[in-house]
């Protein structure tokens, strides 16, 4: 885990990490959530709507940015303030993605960041793309 403090941090400081995407992970997140659609849990019933198999909550995905923000950027003083995400393209199981923020501003008076944030796939094939203001505390 990371400690940056603020004054720490500029402008373009850049973390990524690689996370696999697993059946247990989705399978957990409908527990989790109640969350039961079928293009998510049944493999038949996706392959039926033209997709190569379960599609990966786009939530799940999107979770990965709590991660980053909690462990990377600026890992534990972090406090996330808003998180916006468009989803590019679907995610598979089995997929291994690499989850990107780079510091685009910095808020002086509230000591937050503006994170422009992606996540891509292993083809390099970007599934999530969005911002993010993170406090430092």
């Given at each position: 885990m990371n400690r940056?403090?603020?004054?720490?941090?500029?402008?373009?400081?850049?973390?990524q990490f690689e996370v696999e995407i697993t059946s247990e992970m989705l399978d957990r997140f409908c527990e989790i959530t109640g969350d039961c659609n079928p293009m998510h849990s049944d493999e038949a019933y996706a392959a039926s709507k033209g997709y190569k198999g379960r599609i990966c909550?786009?939530?799940?995905?999107?979770?990965f940015l709590s991660t980053l923000a909690g462990m990377y950027i600026p890992g534990e003083?972090?406090?996330?303030?808003s998180v916006?995400?468009?989803?590019?393209?679907?995610?598979?199981?089995?997929?291994t993605l690499t989850v990107i923020g780079e510091v685009?501003?910095?808020?002086?008076?509230?000591?937050?960041?503006?994170?422009k944030v992606q996540i891509v796939n292993q083809d390099g094939k970007k599934v999530v793309r969005g911002k993010m203001q993170v406090g430092v505390l």
């Open positions: 940056y403090t603020y004054e720490e941090i500029e402008n373009g400081h850049k973390e909550y786009g939530m799940l995905t999107a979770s003083r972090s406090l996330i303030h916006e995400t468009i989803f590019k393209n679907p995610v598979y199981v089995g997929d685009a501003s910095k808020n002086d008076n509230f000591k937050v960041l503006e994170l």
